[in-house]
């Protein structure tokens, strides 16, 4: 037997884990598409610390033509940030369903649940069985307005490159 407290307790830290950990896979977006600014002078402190380091994005050189005023094809070398070229998508878990068959007694004043065993074979008792069922909606949402202007910024940059 458990508690219905201790029930209900156990399934809203299963949900916060989570989601915890889809953020988690969110923030992973920095490590995907920025690396470690390298050092300066001094900054050894600051790198020491996770949150004050410094990042830079990660980016390919691509070879992108251009036509000349008379007519031949030029190519020059743009540095492209990798963030620029793939849609972001992140996670957030919308909505948890959980769903279960118990019994329910009251034990020292306190709301007791039990999930009967189902039994197999030729001795099982029809109609008792322990059953549940669990839906969880992941659905995707928008970047955040910060990492929206950084990759509108990056976004810029590289049309300045191109022109």
């Known amino acids: 037997m458990i508690?219905?407290?201790?029930f209900v307790e156990a399934v809203h830290s299963a949900i916060i884990e989570a989601s915890s950990t889809l953020m988690d896979q969110n923030v992973g977006l920095l490590d995907r598409y920025f690396k470690d600014a390298p050092a300066k002078t001094?900054?050894?402190?600051?790198?020491?610390?996770?949150?004050s380091k410094s990042l830079t994005p990660k980016t390919v050189t691509l070879e992108?033509?251009?036509?000349n005023a008379d007519?031949?094809?030029?190519t020059s070398e743009i540095q492209v940030p990798l963030i620029t070229m793939v849609p972001?998508?992140?996670?957030?878990?919308?909505k948890a369903t959980l769903s279960a068959d118990f019994d329910l007694e009251i034990?020292?004043?306190?709301?007791?649940l039990s999930f009967p065993r189902r039994s197999e074979g030729i001795f099982s008792q029809k109609g008792r069985r322990t059953t549940g069922s669990l839906e969880i909606i992941i659905s995707p949402q928008e970047p955040s307005?910060?990492?929206a202007e950084i990759v509108d910024?990056?976004?810029?940059?590289?049309?300045?490159?191109?022109?």
């Open 3 to 6: 508690s219905f407290k201790s």
């Open 42 to 51: 001094g900054d050894d402190e600051k790198t020491s610390n996770e949150l």
């Open 64 to 67: 992108y033509p251009t036509l």
């Open 71 to 74: 007519g031949s094809v030029e």
């Open 88 to 94: 972001l998508s992140m996670s957030k878990i919308e």
């Open 107 to 112: 034990i020292n004043d306190e709301l007791q």
């Open 145 to 147: 307005e910060g990492l």
């Open 153 to 163: 910024a990056y976004e810029s940059v590289l049309k300045q490159q191109i022109k």
